[in-house]
């Protein structure tokens, strides 16, 4: 405390460089001085952008990790997991999840040529599989509880892209449980999802969703 004009003022640092400031500033909160203020935001920034780094390398390595507890041949996918290590390294902001690059594995270990993070229409897609007329979405845990959004936007993708394209929708369960079932799953999904449709008008009933389910079982059972 200091003594100012009989008063008791509070003595003020900049939060930056640890200066002594001047009176006559907001007490509840952090003071700067005016060169600091752009050096601290610019600091703050950089911490960001690292731990975003960090975050995908992590995501990276427990990727490659859960794949492994799926018992498969690890050695299929090394060069796989070269061409998505070099993709993160560019852009770490590419995959939202370990499942996501467990897919992007699978799919690359397959030879089956993908576009990852496509843009299309209003809607940023997982991946774009051009030959199969396939747009694949990773669905994590939480997604149950958005069914009539998914529907509205994959019809919007669908509108955009053509009618002989379909937009699958995979749970994050089904590639931490089998990933090697992936490529077959989802181009059964999409025969399937076209049958239905050809049968309710073009359209997918809401209770298609339970199919998903029993065409992905089919998938992993033809793997044994
Ligand atoms: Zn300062």
């Given at each position: 405390m200091d003594n100012v004009r009989g008063k008791l003022v509070p003595i003020i640092y900049c939060w930056h460089c640890g200066k002594q400031m001047s009176d006559g500033?907001?007490?509840?909160a952090r003071q700067y001085c005016a060169g600091c203020k752009p050096l601290h935001n610019a600091e703050m920034q950089k911490l960001v952008d690292q731990s975003v780094v960090i975050k995908s390398q992590l995501m990276y390595w427990r990727a490659l990790d859960l794949l492994q507890k799926q018992w498969v041949p690890m050695h299929e996918y090394y060069k796989a997991a070269q061409v998505v290590k070099q993709r993160i390294d560019e852009k770490?902001?590419?995959?939202?999840s370990a499942p996501e690059i467990m897919a992007c594995l699978e799919l690359l270990r397959q030879r089956v040529r993908i576009k990852l993070q496509v843009k299309i229409s209003d809607f940023k897609v997982d991946f774009v599989l051009r030959d199969e007329l396939i747009v694949l979405e990773i669905d994590g845990?939480?997604?149950?509880?958005q069914r009539t959004q998914d529907w509205y936007r994959d019809e919007a993708i669908r509108k955009k892209l053509g009618a002989e394209w379909e937009v699958i929708r995979i749970p994050v369960k089904c590639i931490e449980g089998k990933v090697r079932a992936l490529y077959d799953g989802i181009v059964q999904l999409r025969t399937e999802q076209q049958r239905v449709r050809a049968e309710n008008h073009g359209l997918l009933p809401d209770?298609?969703?339970?199919?998903t389910m029993e065409v992905w079982a089919n998938a992993v059972r033809k793997l044994a």
């Open positions: 500033i907001d007490y509840n770490p902001k590419t995959f939202n845990y939480l997604h149950a509880f209770s298609y969703s339970i199919r």
